[in-house]
């Protein structure tokens, strides 16, 4: 990722940005993920859930894919590339999904803005975080790391506060929204070796792809193994 920097100036008032959309706090991280927490104790933290390091020009998610994320990571965005000069940036993921609307959005955004996406060492991306990381102009993966994981399951709506699997004989407009969003992230082939895995399974159900598979199906595009 490339990071710019005029002068000491243009720092300052970077950090004056930040402080004013953020409070910044010690890293809360969900108890189920798998994540590098001495990673995120040398990020910032920007709201619960999102971080960042302008070194890098990467955002971090971590936890549950709330509502208000897109809205977090688009002001983010803006602060990090007029402040701080960044224009290649990173998404780096770590979560067990969320709403699938929001991160269809999220995805919309990430992949307008040519976002690179990753996903945390040791860590995952799974359910509706898995349609933010195809979302990446590049998605990198380690085709030696048999931990890091992307996961994929039937999606699932809360609705009247209980989660229920999204049945497309049922719900039509949303099946085509859906496999319009994988063909417009992934291609072709890759779209529907997408779509067959994830309807595969329930929607409590996971099947999870390593590093090696994600390249083979294309899922992933850029390798990055030691």
Same mark, same amino acid.
């Given at each position: 990722?490339?990071?710019?920097?005029?002068?000491?100036?243009?720092?300052?008032?970077?950090?004056?940005?930040?402080?004013?959309?953020?409070?910044?706090?010690?890293?809360?991280?969900?108890?189920?993920?798998?994540?590098?927490?001495?990673?995120?104790?040398?990020?910032?933290?920007?709201?619960?859930?999102?971080?960042?390091? =302008?070194?890098?020009?990467?955002?971090?998610?971590?936890? #549950?894919?709330?509502?208000?994320?897109?809205?977090?990571?688009?002001?983010?965005?803006? =602060?990090?590339?007029?402040?701080?000069?960044? =224009?290649?940036?990173?998404?780096?993921?770590?979560?067990?999904?969320?709403?699938?609307?929001?991160?269809?959005?999220?995805?919309?955004?990430?992949? #307008?803005?040519?976002?690179?996406?990753?996903?945390?060492?040791?860590?995952?991306?799974?359910?509706?975080?898995?349609?933010?990381?195809?979302?990446?102009?590049?998605?990198?993966?380690?085709?030696?790391?048999?931990?890091?994981?992307?996961?994929?399951?039937?999606?699932? =709506?809360?609705?009247?506060?209980?989660?229920?699997?999204?049945?497309?004989?049922?719900?039509?407009?949303?099946?085509?929204?859906?496999?319009?969003?994988?063909?417009?992230?992934?291609?072709?082939?890759?779209? #529907?070796?997408?779509?067959?895995?994830?309807?595969?399974?329930?929607?409590?159900?996971?099947?999870?792809?390593?590093?090696?598979?994600?390249?083979?199906? #294309?899922?992933?595009?850029?390798?990055?193994?030691?």
């Amino acid at each position: 990722m490339k990071f710019y920097t005029s002068n000491l100036f243009g720092q300052l008032s970077l950090l004056i940005c930040l402080i004013l959309v953020a409070c910044t706090s010690t890293p809360i991280v969900s108890k189920d993920l798998i994540v590098q927490h001495d990673l995120l104790d040398r990020k910032n933290k920007f709201s619960e859930g999102v971080y960042y390091d =302008v070194a890098l020009c990467q955002i971090i998610l971590v936890g #549950e894919i709330g509502n208000d994320f897109s809205a977090k990571i688009q002001r983010l965005d803006g =602060v990090m590339r007029k402040s701080g000069g960044c =224009v290649e940036m990173e998404l780096l993921l770590a979560s067990r999904g969320g709403n699938v609307f929001p991160a269809m959005v999220i995805g919309g955004f990430i992949r #307008e803005n040519k976002y690179t996406t990753s996903i945390m060492s040791g860590s995952e991306s799974t359910s509706s975080c898995g349609l933010i990381y195809i979302a990446g102009s590049i998605r990198m993966v380690n085709s030696n790391d048999n931990v890091t994981r992307l996961g994929l399951h039937k999606p699932s =709506v809360v609705r009247q506060g209980f989660r229920e699997c999204i049945e497309y004989d049922q719900d039509i407009s949303f099946k085509e929204k859906y496999k319009k969003y994988l063909v417009e992230m992934l291609g072709g082939s890759s779209a #529907e070796k997408y779509y067959k895995i994830s309807n595969g399974s329930s929607c409590t159900n996971v099947t999870y792809m390593y590093g090696k598979d994600l390249l083979t199906s #294309e899922i992933a595009n850029k390798d990055v193994r030691h």
